[in-house]
């Protein structure tokens, strides 16, 4: 795998590692948010918050417009409810095909 494929999917990681950390913090206070899970959960979140905080700063630091311009997407998807996210799907579908 070359240079730029791999800073890719390094950058679609951690991308998809910060929007499971925003996901998981929704989902405090839930039913589903038990004893068992909310241990699993804590352990989880301080494993990825340690797997994505330097490649978090290195990404800042080498493009702070591109790292926001990302973490603004991660929270715009989240927002999202299904329907919206069926159609995010289809819009960047056709816009690939074009």
Known sequence: MNA????KNA???TVLLQA???QMDVV??????????????IALERSIEQLVLEPIRQLDAIDAE???NIQNNVEM????DLAELAQL???VEESRNN
């Open 28 to 41: 405090k206070g839930t039913k589903i948010y038990k004893q068992k899970v909310k241990s699993q959960m």
């Open 66 to 68: 591109l790292f926001t």
């Open 20 to 22: 499971t950390l925003e």
């Open 77 to 80: 998807i989240l927002d999202m």
């Open 11 to 13: 950058v679609k990681l």
């Open 89 to 91: 799907k289809e819009a």
């Open 4 to 7: 730029p494929e791999s800073f």
